[in-house]
Nanobody, 122 residues
Framework: HVQLVESGGGSALAGGSVRLSCAAS??????YSWFRQAPGKEREGVAA???????SYADSVKGRFTISKDNAKNTVYLQMNSLQPEDTAMYYC???????????????????WGRGTQVTVS
């Protein structure tokens, strides 16, 4: 039974930091990603990490967010620094068996999703 469980969301002041966690169970995937969706907006890719440790980021978060993975715990993290109000969204963890840096931000190519965790920046 595959399961992705996010945690770590909450409220932060602009300029602050939040760290999200995504605990995966039931399978070890090649690609783990974070997506977010703000009210009235489409879901967008934030960051991805592949099994070889390579990472990809949306331009809007480069230099501020860092995705990492603890293989022993099968857990993926998203460290978010220098948060801005426009980072306010529901953040989702997603995973897939395929590994392709060109398509990391395509949410239609992910098979498994967590329920999401809210991040609010004021």
């Amino acid at each position: 039974h595959v399961q992705l469980v996010e945690s770590g969301g909450g409220s932060a002041l602009a300029g602050g930091s939040v760290r999200l966690s995504c605990a995966a169970s039931g399978y070890t995937f090649n690609t783990y990603s974070w997506f977010r969706q703000a009210p009235g907006k489409e879901r967008e890719g934030v960051a991805a990490i592949d099994s070889d440790g390579s990472t990809s980021y949306a331009d809007s978060v480069k230099g501020r967010f860092t995705i990492s993975k603890d293989n022993a715990k099968n857990t993926v993290y998203l460290q978010m620094n220098s948060l801005q109000p426009e980072d306010t969204a529901m953040y989702y963890c997603a995973a897939r068996a395929a590994s392709c840096a060109l398509t990391w931000a395509r949410d239609d190519l992910y098979n498994y999703w967590g329920r999401g965790t809210q991040v609010t920046v004021s």
